[in-house]
């Protein structure tokens, strides 16, 4: 089944950040242990392993950790801390305490064991059954005009306010008679906020000249795609991502390609009511 091809590619990740806990674990490293695109690498991590990649990471060295306090008592904290990437004991300490509810120094005179292995009890958090029906369609190449965001999540509306006001300005891609998607390099929530980029789009029919506005011009290729639509608030949308990646995905017998997941928005929230937006999230998958 698929769904063991993709446990097996996540696992491989998993043995190799455990054998590498020394070495620089970046998502693109990572993504080509995985043989993921890394558009997709997080979520297909999260919908296997309950948690994001860097919060594995974390885990896994302050794993090494305990067990360097516990059984080689003779290393300094100070060591051990260095040793898992942290600057000093006091963050160390911080960060242990926070994970195991003990202090490295308390775990060192008495582990509580029975709690460390609740740690380490990794699964997915279970999601709100749905029915949803996801259609493979061919998405038919098309020219957009688009404006990157780049920075924080919670900054999109100030670029879209940008985008809006171009597609006014220009008449390139009036609102009313094109289409419009958003296209992110990955999951905001699991990723710094400087390395986010989240591209607004919309469907021209002419070659967008230079502008001072930084509209560019672009091409959605032509790719197969499971389709869903997403009916609400934007702000539920992850949920619908998450059912996508962690219930459809590993059951079909698909795997993700290497272009990111995108949405193309049917109505806007000062439009309509929030509850009746109407969404169709794309995932690009291989041939």
């Not at 990646?245 to 049917?266: I, M, N, R, T, V």
């Amino acid at each position: 089944m698929q769904s063991n091809l993709l446990q097996q590619r996540i696992s491989l990740v998993c043995d190799y950040i455990n054998q590498h806990l020394d070495d620089e674990l970046t998502v693109s490293l990572l993504s080509d242990v995985a043989a993921l695109s890394k558009f997709h690498f997080h979520r297909v991590f999260m919908a296997f392993m309950g948690i994001n990649v860097g919060k594995y990471i974390l885990l896994a060295r302050l794993k090494r950790a305990s067990f360097r306090l516990a059984f080689e008592r003779d290393i300094k904290i100070i060591d051990i801390a260095l040793e898992a990437k942290y600057d000093s004991a006091d963050a160390f300490s911080r960060a242990f305490k926070r994970t195991f509810e003990q202090s490295p120094s308390k775990f060192r005179q008495g582990a509580n064991w029975p709690s460390w292995y609740d740690v380490f009890d990794f699964s997915p958090q279970p999601i709100e059954q749905q029915i949803m029906q996801v259609d493979i369609i061919n998405f038919e190449q098309i020219n957009i005009a688009f404006l990157e965001h780049k920075g924080a999540a919670n900054r999109i509306f100030e670029t879209a306010g940008q985008f809006i006001a171009w597609r006014k300005n220009s008449g390139l891609s009036p609102l009313n008679m094109s289409r419009t998607f958003g296209m992110p390099n990955g999951d905001p929530e699991t990723m710094a906020e400087d390395e986010f980029r989240f591209k607004l789009c919309g469907s021209v029919k002419a070659v967008v000249p230079d502008n001072t506005f930084g509209v560019e011009n672009g091409v959605i290729p032509n790719m197969r795609c499971a389709k869903v639509r997403h009916l609400g608030s934007h702000d539920n949308m992850e949920q619908t991502i998450r059912w996508l990646y962690q219930q459809w995905l590993p059951q079909s017998s698909e795997l993700p390609s290497d272009h990111c997941c995108f949405f193309e928005y049917h109505n806007f929230v000062h439009q309509v009511d929030e509850c009746d937006l109407i969404t169709d999230i794309y995932l690009p998958l291989q041939e």
